[in-house]
């Protein structure tokens, strides 16, 4: 089936560690988006990437990293210099970029640090 | 300043009744693109529609309808004969397209309407 994986589903992490959350799509879309969502909250938008090797901050990307190596995939990287990481973060993607396309997203990653 | 305002934190009403989730906006673009999304309890945000600003057009699917009135910066979302399964959060979303401050333009979600659909 098409579409977008995250993994894993919930994440636990101590204060201090970086971690990274996977994000795969097989649409063969350009454009790949990663988002953190706070309870009571819309969606903020922290990186995205229209073209492989290349990614824009949004935002709020203080204290995340990306890479975008391959069209598929599209990894997030939480740091320790991230404040208050504790999120729900959502992938998604679009056949075309600069952010006027519809968007697919993933089922995401509930992001626990203690 | 880009903003989207979706005033109604929570709606709740009886299956089968009609409901309109309230949208406003503000941009500083005639060229902009407005989106509504569905998040259900999974956590998946599924796409409804794109309505771009030069089309004020009103759409319908199903039971779905979107009113579009630039006059009042307003894209409006009704469910007619609500179902349980349209329980969920929904989001109006805005994106310009130009190109401010050298940024390659803008996404701004709302903070969403919780529906709850009792049956």
């Known amino acids: 089936d098409g579409g977008i994986t995250q993994s894993p589903k919930y994440l636990f992490r101590k204060e201090g560690q970086n971690v990274t959350l996977s994000c795969e799509q097989n649409l063969n879309h350009d454009a790949m988006y990663w988002y953190r969502q706070d309870p009571g909250q819309g969606l903020r938008l922290i990186y995205y990437s229209q073209i492989v090797n290349d990614f824009q901050k949004g935002d709020i990307a203080e204290g995340y990293s990306v890479s975008r190596e391959k069209k598929e995939s599209f990894p997030l990287t939480v740091t320790s210099a991230q404040k208050n990481p504790t999120a729900f973060y959502l992938c998604?993607?679009?056949?075309?970029?600069?952010?006027?396309?519809?968007?697919?997203f993933g089922p995401g990653t509930r992001l626990t640090v203690t | 300043a880009q903003k989207v305002t979706q005033a109604q934190t929570e709606i709740s009403v009886v299956e089968k009744e009609d409901v309109t989730l309230d949208c406003v906006y503000e941009?500083?673009?005639?060229?902009?693109?407005l989106f509504w999304y569905k998040q259900p309890p999974s956590g998946e945000l599924v796409f409804l529609i794109r309505r771009n600003s030069f089309d004020e057009q009103n759409e319908i699917s199903g039971r779905y309808s979107w009113n579009f009135q630039k006059s009042t910066s307003s894209f409006n979302f009704t469910i007619t004969a609500s179902q349980v399964v349209d329980s969920a959060v929904y989001f109006c979303a805005l994106s310009e397209s130009m190109n401010y401050g050298g940024s390659q333009g803008n996404l701004i979600f709302g903070k969403g309407t919780k529906l709850s659909v009792k049956p």
């Open positions: 941009t500083r673009d005639t060229t902009y693109y």
């Open positions: 998604a993607s679009s056949i075309g970029s600069q952010l006027i396309y519809e968007q697919y």
